[in-house]
């Protein structure tokens, strides 16, 4: 058998190895749909969000928030503390190929945009992200996805070669940044597709 085109496999984390997203947490608190959704657009923004992704505290974010909008203060709030709320458990098909990957004793890695804080309550919630040979967290790196510099620091740090590091992301200009540096990326659509893409590429998977 000739030897896998990839030697090793990243996992992006949101939208492809967890079920997330903040509407999980959000039905609840803000029934009325359009209320909901002009919350999660206009005030909790992906962009204030993603700023912890980026490495800002969430202690400084929901004060920084409450004090623009502090009439939504508990809604903002619940962004913190109830985050885990805003995760459905594990994307059951991701989960199962990624054990197999372990199994078969091929290095899995963790590249994700994730809040260094919570990416502690994730692991602690869902031990499945604790079996990564290593990962590179957006929050604690202080750089961003797609920004060049974070697919080096997982390259580098972990002696990988781009072209036999397979990488999956929900994103598609998380993949493009990922193919600017030489690592074969794919978009995630679904377990299926990407058990067929890495079974292309040479690894030993059921079908």
Sequence with gaps: MSEPKVASVVFDIGGVLLDWSPDYLYAELIPDAAERVHFLTNIATPDWNRQQDAGRSWAEAVAELTSVHPEHAEW???????????????????????????????????????????????KEAFPILGGFVGEVVSGREQTIKPDEKIYRILLERYDLDPARTFYTDDVRHNVDGARAVGIDAELFVGADTLRRQLRERGLPLHP
């Excluded at 913190?80 to 199994?103: F, H, P, S, Y």
């Design 76 to 122: 903002i709030e619940a962004y913190d503390k109830g985050w885990l709320k805003m995760v459905n458990g594990v994307i059951q098909g991701t989960a199962d190929l990624l054990t197999e990957l372990r199994d078969q004793q091929i290095p899995t890695y963790a590249l994700t945009n994730f809040s260094e804080e919570k990416w502690g309550v994730a």
